[in-house]
């Protein structure tokens, strides 16, 4: 069974980068689409970014685009969001998932995703 652990959150400051990671086991890493959503406190889960299996093509929000960088390390089974110039509505709980079916676009929409982590809390301030 696939599981996923996310690091890498925390209390920054507008304009500040970050970098998540999220750690993959329990199957083969190569055989997953990889992305991010996110989750403001009464908000509903939005999708940020996400990649193909072998990397080679990521596909983002409109609201992160440009700011983050989603990417993946094979050898350390790692999926990863670089996050530059942070702002407020960026704070929220992020999730990493994956999926052995759905291309990045679909990603961003497809319900019941194979697996997702726990979340790690990311806080900008203003």
């Known amino acids: 069974q696939v599981e996923l652990v996310e690091s890498g959150g925390g209390l920054v400051q507008t304009g500040d980068s970050l970098r998540l990671s999220c750690a993959f086991s329990?199957?083969?890493?190569?055989?997953?689409?990889m992305g991010w959503f996110r989750q403001a406190p009464g908000k509903e889960r939005e999708f940020v970014a996400a990649?193909?299996?072998?990397?080679?093509?990521?596909y983002y929000a409109a609201s992160v685009e440009g700011r983050f960088t989603i990417s993946r390390d094979s050898a350390k089974s790692t999926l990863y969001l670089q996050m530059n110039d942070l702002k407020p509505e960026d704070s929220a709980v992020y999730s990493c998932t994956a999926d052995q079916v759905a291309a990045v676009r679909a990603m961003a929409t497809k319900v019941n995703l194979d697996a997702w982590g726990q979340g790690t809390l990311v806080t900008v301030s203003s």
């Open positions: 329990g199957g083969s890493f190569s055989s997953y689409t």
């Open positions: 990649v193909t299996k072998s990397g080679s093509s990521t």
